[in-house]
C-alpha cells in the first residue's frame, strides 16, 4: 500500500486548507485511515481518523469543530478540511492508514496504523 498526500501549503491564520491522500497498492487490505502531524520541535500528534465505513471518526481536542476528516472509497481517498487554522497547526501532516478492523472505535495510536505517506507542510502565519 502507497499513501500520497497533497494540498499542504502556506496560509494565514483564520484561513481553510483541504489535504488530500490518495491510496494505491493493496488498497483491499485498508480499514481505518488517519492523520498525524509533527511540529518542529514536537513529538508526532494524531489529528484525525475515520474507520472504513465512514460511519465513525474521532478527532483530537485541539482541532475539534475545525478540522473535519472525510474518505472517498472508491477513488481510495481520505480527505482533512482544516478550517480556522491557528498558528500552532503549522506542521508536517501525514496519512496513515491501518489493515487492521477496530470495531466500536477508531484507533488513534500511530503504532496501531501499519501503512504510512510522506509529509505535506502547512505552514499558518499569524
Known amino acids: 500500500v502507497q499513501l500520497q498526500a497533497s494540498g499542504g501549503g502556506w496560509v494565514q491564520a483564520g484561513g481553510s486548507l483541504r489535504l488530500s491522500c490518495a491510496a494505491s497498492g493493496r488498497t483491499m487490505v485498508i480499514n481505518t485511515m488517519g492523520w498525524f502531524r509533527q511540529a518542529p520541535g514536537k513529538e508526532r500528534e494524531f489529528v484525525a481518523g475515520?474507520?472504513?465505513?465512514?460511519?465513525?471518526?474521532a478527532e483530537a481536542d485541539s482541532v475539534k469543530g475545525r478540522f473535519t476528516i472525510s474518505r472517498n472509497n472508491a477513488k481510495n481517498t481520505v480527505y482533512l478540511q482544516m478550517n480556522n487554522l491557528e498558528p500552532e497547526d503549522t506542521a508536517v501532516y501525514c496519512c496513515?492508514?491501518?489493515?487492521?478492523?477496530?470495531?466500536?472505535?477508531?484507533?488513534?495510536?500511530?503504532?496501531?496504523?501499519?501503512?504510512w505517506g510522506q509529509g505535506t507542510l502547512v505552514t499558518v502565519s499569524s
Open positions: 475515520i474507520n472504513f465505513s465512514g460511519g465513525q471518526t
Open positions: 496513515a492508514a491501518t489493515s487492521v478492523a477496530y470495531k466500536g472505535f477508531v484507533v488513534t495510536a500511530h503504532l496501531r496504523y501499519n501503512y
